[in-house]
């Protein structure tokens, strides 16, 4: 079945940029997206890339897809302590059924 | 304003007391679901309906029941809830080209 990988930690200091990466299965996913769980919140959509781009850019946020190496990534510019979360990866499968989650990355920002 | 509303938001049980875990939502979706994530596991599904009196299995549906009798609500029930089933759980819900999904604000739960 479809899998969906991330690593579970990351920290960063306040300022730099973050990279959040995943890695996927289904080749045949027409969606990826990324959502966002602040503490005792529930998931917000922070963006969505379909398959055949590259990449996609909105404000502090990047994302960039590599479909022949299965590869999603976030990358958030100027990191704030605001952004600490966690951050799932997720795709929609073959049937659009179901979103496949993965187990979430955890962003902690220092000061 | 959208919205997908669970309640309750906590609970506590003891093990073997059926309860219910309402969801509902205002955007007229036909497609609603369950999840729920544990440390580690991401979310896993466990039960959706793509519309009135349409149900199926997710990945982990074995101890949960759904109904769908109405558009707008979709009831998560454990007859006889154990421990392993203490998790944060989350009603999801989009409309037919589910691009996109909304979910809840999340109800944890706690068997004892």
């Known amino acids: 079945g479809e899998d969906v990988e991330q690593s579970l930690f990351l920290s960063v200091r306040e300022g730099d940029s973050s990279v959040i990466n995943c890695t996927y299965t289904?080749?045949?996913?027409?969606?990826l997206y990324w959502y966002k769980q602040e503490p005792g919140a529930g998931l917000q959509l922070l963006t969505y890339?379909?398959?055949?781009?590259d990449m996609k850019q909105d404000q502090r946020l990047t994302v960039l897809l590599n479909k022949k190496d299965k590869h999603l990534s976030l990358r958030i510019a100027d990191t704030q302590t605001g952004d600490s979360a966690i951050y799932f990866c997720?795709?929609?499968?073959?049937?659009?059924?179901?979103?496949?989650f993965g187990p979430g990355t955890r962003l902690s920002v220092l000061p | 304003e959208a919205q997908v509303t669970q309640n309750p938001r906590y609970l506590i049980t003891v093990t073997g007391k059926k309860l219910t875990v309402t969801c509902s939502q205002n955007m007229n979706h036909e497609y609603m679901s369950w999840y729920r994530q544990d440390p580690g596991l991401g979310l896993r599904q466990i039960y959706y309906?793509?519309?009135?009196?349409?149900?199926d299995k997710g990945d982990v549906p074995e101890g949960y029941k759904v109904s769908r009798k109405e558009k707008r609500n979709f009831p998560l029930i454990l007859e006889s809830p154990s421990p392993n089933q203490t998790s944060l759980y989350f009603c999801?819900?989009?409309?037919?080209?589910?691009?996109?999904?909304?979910f809840g604000a999340g109800t944890r739960l706690s068997v004892l």
């Open positions: 289904d080749s045949s996913s027409t969606y």
């Open positions: 309906s793509m519309n009135v009196e349409v149900t």
């Open positions: 999801a819900s989009s409309d037919t080209t589910r691009d996109r999904v909304d």
């Open positions: 890339i379909f398959s055949n781009m």
């Open positions: 997720a795709e929609k499968d073959n049937y659009g059924q179901n979103f496949v």
